[in-house]
């Protein structure tokens, strides 16, 4: 859970696709249909007969230096500055601190609660009980509002409304001790450890 | 549900965020794009090309359709097609994980569908009592598929599995799954 922006994640994926899906497909045709071939040839020709003018024209002096190679260059900056900013911004959304109280009249100073204490909280309750394995607890801020999201591996065939249920009391609890509600999602997973540590008690 | 915000954040849990083939795709544009930078300033600085020069590599492409050996040239022409039409297919697919959302009331709880699995074949292994790995459950969005495989001396309902499965799974909250059973006889293959 972070605030990885999807809709760039989408949007890349979209027009690469279709970039190679066009590219593929006309080549596939140009190598097989003569009328493709001749339109493939005709568009190449043009290009290049356009690239090779382009670069004439703006050649700078008698260099090798044209304006359309720097052009080309800067379209390719630009690229690798947008992927660098998309892979940069990436993730996020990971808060430290899950109750602000600013200072108010009445009360001497402001008061936080950080996510390591409902963290330690949360987790040694929950190390407590048999039935779980493993749990982990974090918060972000999504659209501006803090989300606790605790992570618990319970052992592997244990009812998960039962955990939901131990887990929510414990987000209550937590609640009822800072006196601030904080939304809670509570994900309950199978891991590889919750496989290891089965056990079916049986009578008889 | 009682915050708006969990709304959001069960549907980004339950929901692929394609990061990793996001990334992967970026990755391989970014090295495409130095290269090509790299091609272009050796060719601008009058030095020996890397692999080739900018306008080899339009000529070759411009050639391509008619380049030896045919058959080669449209296989590797279909896998580019068939990558992107995977990556099309990435970016408009819904991409929903293996997960369950429990009807809860103030939190959000999200279960991943192998922890649902096994907790409904607990349960119908523990009622029936059939013997350990004689119940194998497959949790889809909306079935869940029960396979019982008892002892040979041993009947088993398939009703009664179905309702034990049910209940099972009707402490879940809203989501209702249809319960499919199959009851299979030891050393048969069906």
Redo the contacts between chains.
């Keep these: 859970m972070n605030e990885t922006n999807r809709g760039v994640n989408r949007a890349v994926l979209l027009l690469t696709g279709l970039a190679l899906l066009v590219g593929g497909t006309g080549l596939v045709l140009a190598a097989t249909r003569q009328d493709t071939a001749v339109l493939w040839d005709g568009s190449w020709s043009t290009v290049i007969s356009w690239l090779r003018q382009t670069e004439e024209a703006t050649r700078l002096g008698r260099t090798t230096v044209s304006g359309l190679a720097i052009a080309v260059l800067a379209a390719l900056l630009v690229v690798v500055m947008v992927a660098v900013v998309v892979l940069a911004r990436l993730g996020g959304g990971r808060s430290t601190v899950v109750v602000r109280e600013d200072a108010i009249d009445g009360v001497r100073g402001a008061v936080v609660i950080r996510q390591g204490f409902a963290s330690d909280a949360i987790t040694r309750s929950l190390s407590s009980r048999t039935e779980i394995l493993m749990s982990r607890v974090s918060a972000s801020t999504v659209r501006g509002t803090t989300v606790l999201h605790v992570s618990v591996t319970p052992r592997r065939g244990t009812s998960p409304p039962e955990v939901a249920t131990t887990a929510v009391g414990l987000v209550d609890n937590l609640a009822a001790l800072t006196g601030r509600e904080v939304p809670a999602l509570i994900s309950i997973r199978s891991g590889a450890r919750a496989r290891l540590g089965s056990d079916r008690p049986r009578v008889g | 549900m ?2 708006p ?2 709304a ?3 549907r ?2 339950t ?1 692929s ?3 990793a ?3 992967a ?2 990755v391989l ?2 090295a495409a ?2 290269g ?2 790299l091609e ?2 050796r ?4 030095a020996a090309p890397l692999l080739a020069r900018p ?1 080899a590599v ?2 070759w ?2 050639a ?3 380049a030896e050996p ?1 058959a080669a ?2 296989a ?17 697919a819904p991409g929903r994980r293996s ?1 369950h959302v ?1 009807g ?9 569908d ?3 699995a ?2 409904v ?3 119908v ?2 009622e029936i009592d059939l013997p ?1 790995g004689a119940v194998v459950v497959g949790i889809g969005h909306r079935t869940a598929d029960v396979t019982v495989r008892p002892d040979l001396d041993q009947v088993v309902d398939e009703e009664h599995v179905r309702e034990v499965a049910a209940g ?1 799974l009707a ?3 809203p989501a209702r799954m249809r319960v499919r059973v199959r009851v299979l006889r030891r050393g048969s293959s069906r």
């Design positions: 009682a915050h915000v969990l959001r954040v069960v980004r849990e929901h965020p394609r990061t083939a996001a990334v795709v970026i544009v970014v794009a130095i090509s930078g272009i300033v060719y601008l600085l009058g306008a339009l000529t492409l411009a391509l359709p008619a045919r040239v449209a590797a022409a279909v896998a580019v097609a068939v990558v992107g039409a995977v990556l099309l297919w990435l970016a408009a997960v429990l809860s009331a103030a939190h959000a709880v999200v279960v991943d192998a922890a649902i096994a907790a074949a607990e349960r292994g523990r350990q099972e402490g879940y909250g």
